[in-house]
């Protein structure tokens, strides 16, 4: 059940959405972490404003709030307009709590799925992000953020330790606090027969305390994409590495649709590095029908004996793994419905269904 309004505040237009969803059919959803009898639990719900003109100087407001079964998020972003000195500047403020299962899941069924691990983190952040000018087909961004990390158990109270009494954060405490300056900058060129993406992602843990997180995180993402006759070969790689201070839940997580398909998420494995190799090749059946065969590969590189705990170690994951499927793709107004049919390399099967927006 959804709604949306418009309202007219002088000369801005306020756009205003919720959308209220009730869980209809839980055997068609997988279980969820936290139980209660509040009948609220079973609602998942989005809230959007968004206000092109707050203070009459072009000063953008969106506020977005969502809630899952097991997860929220709160995001406040506020937008200035670019000044003749400046590059344009976003404050943002965010607030989320979800399952943790990326690092401190528990893989099942052969690792296809991961479970609970008992660890959900909640998250705060506040900062401001700097865009500078493209040029040609760069572009960049800046940012610097406080983030504070709070361990939960699955009944909301703070914790320190996983199931195992392992420590859950860098401080050993039951918080993590750092500074994070960011830095990402982005390539992109396409044409009607290829493209080619690059996106470069560095962030540093500041010192500002002596507690504070202390570290270096790199990211980088290559894809690139051509035709060959009627069909579409689309191939990316994905590696980063992280030096320094550094929690459990920052390791790079391997495993899932977004990673490696056929494995739970994170049930590849997690390290202080991570290697990703994905291929996917589709064929036209309709004009909004396709078909698709992929092949994705993930490594840790023998890095997660160097994650605090050794958490993929301790569940058996198995640091490397291959994943091989087919899907279809169907194409409509409202975005690419996606099905997926993937088998990891302990032959076990995953479905996958997904849906990817309009201009995503």
């Given at each position: 059940?959804?709604?949306?309004?418009?309202?007219?505040?002088?000369?801005?237009?306020?756009?205003?959405?919720?959308?209220?969803t009730q869980k209809l059919c839980g055997a068609i959803l997988l279980p969820h972490i936290r139980y209660s009898r509040n009948p609220l639990s079973q609602v998942v719900a989005r809230f959007s404003l968004k206000h092109p003109n707050l203070f009459g100087r072009n000063e953008k407001l969106d506020i977005l709030c969502d809630k899952g079964l097991d997860d929220s998020n709160i995001l406040i972003a506020f937008r200035r307009p670019k000044p003749d000195w400046f590059c344009p500047q976003s404050f943002t403020f965010q607030h989320s709590v979800g399952p943790e299962i990326a690092v401190h899941g528990l893989p099942v069924d052969l690792f296809s799925r991961s479970g609970s691990g008992g660890v959900n983190l909640c998250r705060f952040s506040a900062g401001v992000d700097f865009n500078e000018p493209s040029t040609s087909h760069w572009s960049s961004t800046t940012s610097i953020k406080f983030e504070h990390v709070r361990p939960l158990n699955n009944e909301g109270r703070s914790i320190n330790m996983d199931l195992d009494g392992f420590p859950i954060t860098s401080s050993g405490r039951s918080c993590d606090n750092m500074v994070v300056l960011k830095q990402e900058s982005q390539y992109a060129v396409a044409n009607d027969n290829n493209f080619t993406r690059l996106n470069f992602q560095m962030e540093q843990g500041l010192p500002l305390l002596s507690k504070w997180l202390i570290f270096n995180r790199f990211k980088f993402i290559a894809s690139k994409g051509f035709k060959l006759g009627p069909t579409f070969l689309v191939t990316s790689l994905t590696g980063g590495s992280i030096v320094g201070d550094m929690a459990p839940y920052q390791a790079f997580a391997i495993g899932g649709i977004d990673s490696v398909r056929g494995y739970g998420e994170g049930a590849v494995g997690s390290g202080r590095s991570c290697l990703v190799a994905n291929g996917e090749f589709t064929i036209p059946m309709t004009k909004e029908l396709e078909g698709a065969v992929f092949m994705d590969f993930g490594t840790d590189l023998g890095s997660a004996c160097h994650v605090p705990g050794n958490p993929s170690l301790r569940q058996g994951k198995p640091g490397s793994g291959l994943g091989l499927g087919y899907g279809i793709r169907f194409n409509s107004h409202f975005g690419q419905f996606r099905v997926d049919y993937a088998v990891n390399a302990f032959q076990q099967k995953t479905a996958y269904f997904g849906i990817n927006n309009v201009g995503s």
């Open positions: 059940m959804g709604a949306q309004k418009s309202i007219q505040a002088g000369k801005a237009k306020i756009d205003f959405n919720v959308d209220l």
